[in-house]
């Protein structure tokens, strides 16, 4: 029997510094002392919570692409397909627009069930393309994301609880966005850091005083302390 919940935690916004890009350090030996199930549901391509699972040396418990990527740790699943979300920016393109992450775009690059357009460029003329194709667009903060309205983060943690083994309502959610609303639906018990959008904040069951990493670790030490 595990003393710790099993956690399900976002990257952007949640695990990053304080002041800008990258993962903070200081998440990861909490996380690699943690004696339950953590799942990293979030709206990057797949490779990237994988490489993070690497990093920190836990086992590979991946919601990846807001849904659209699950990976139980013995198989991997594909809830929606690329093609449409090509379309969408095949479209967007013809209408003059690019998808904002230069010639490389190694945002998109590895993506098997969307894509994501910068959030410099114009939402409106993205949401109307994205509409005729049956899609929608979520703006999680960091970009806009052009997705199937199916899956969901929330959906995702679902099928890895139950191929781990693990009752959501026993988890613990971290997360930031509109994308984390799901997940917080799922779980026991949900915060939203300080730095959150207005959805995760309304659906979180607290709302943190810190942001970013700041939080999620205030957020790790209090569930430690059974102090939630």
Same mark, same amino acid.
């Given at each position: 029997?595990?003393?710790?919940?099993?956690? &399900?935690?976002?990257?952007?916004?949640?695990?990053?510094?304080?002041?800008?890009?990258?993962?903070?350090?200081?998440?990861?030996?909490? /996380?690699?002392?943690?004696?339950?199930?953590?799942?990293? *549901?979030?709206?990057?391509?797949?490779?990237?919570?994988?490489? /993070?699972?690497?990093?920190?040396?836990?086992?590979?418990?991946?919601?990846?692409?807001?849904?659209?990527?699950?990976?139980?740790?013995?198989?991997?699943?594909?809830?929606?397909?690329?093609?449409?979300?090509?379309?969408?920016? =095949? =479209?967007?393109?013809?209408?003059?627009?690019?998808?904002?992450?230069?010639? =490389?775009?190694?945002?998109?690059?590895?993506?098997?069930?969307?894509?994501?357009?910068?959030?410099?460029?114009?939402?409106?003329? /993205?949401? *109307?393309?994205?509409?005729?194709?049956?899609?929608?667009?979520?703006?999680?903060?960091?970009?806009?994301?052009?997705?199937? +309205?199916?899956?969901?983060?929330?959906?995702?943690?679902?099928?890895?609880?139950?191929?781990?083994?693990?009752?959501? &309502?026993?988890?613990?959610? &971290?997360?930031?966005?509109?994308?984390?609303?799901?997940?917080?639906?799922?779980?026991?018990?949900?915060?939203?850091?300080?730095? *959150?959008? =207005?959805?995760?904040? @309304?659906?979180?069951? @607290?709302?943190?005083?810190?942001?970013?990493? @700041?939080?999620?670790? *205030?957020?790790?030490?209090?569930?430690?302390? +059974?102090?939630?």
């Amino acid at each position: 029997m595990t003393s710790d919940p099993p956690l &399900v935690l976002d990257i952007d916004g949640t695990l990053t510094r304080t002041e800008g890009w990258g993962i903070d350090p200081r998440i990861f030996d909490p /996380l690699l002392e943690w004696d339950a199930p953590i799942v990293i *549901a979030t709206g990057k391509a797949f490779p990237y919570p994988i490489a /993070l699972c690497h990093l920190v040396g836990v086992p590979e418990l991946v919601v990846a692409e807001n849904g659209g990527v699950v990976y139980t740790g013995d198989d991997v699943r594909f809830t929606a397909d690329r093609a449409a979300a090509q379309a969408v920016a =095949e =479209e967007y393109r013809a209408a003059g627009y690019d998808l904002g992450w230069g010639p =490389e775009d190694t945002v998109n690059r590895w993506r098997e069930t969307e894509l994501a357009v910068s959030r410099e460029r114009p939402l409106e003329p /993205l949401e *109307a393309i994205a509409a005729d194709h049956d899609l929608e667009v979520v703006d999680t903060g960091y970009a806009y994301h052009v997705k199937d +309205r199916a899956p969901n983060k929330g959906d995702g943690v679902r099928t890895i609880a139950d191929r781990v083994g693990f009752d959501p &309502v026993e988890a613990v959610a &971290v997360g930031d966005s509109t994308n984390d609303v799901s997940t917080f639906e799922v779980v026991g018990r949900s915060f939203a850091v300080a730095n *959150a959008d =207005e959805d995760a904040r @309304e659906a979180a069951d @607290e709302v943190l005083s810190e942001p970013h990493a @700041e939080g999620t670790l *205030a957020a790790l030490e209090r569930v430690r302390k +059974r102090q939630v």
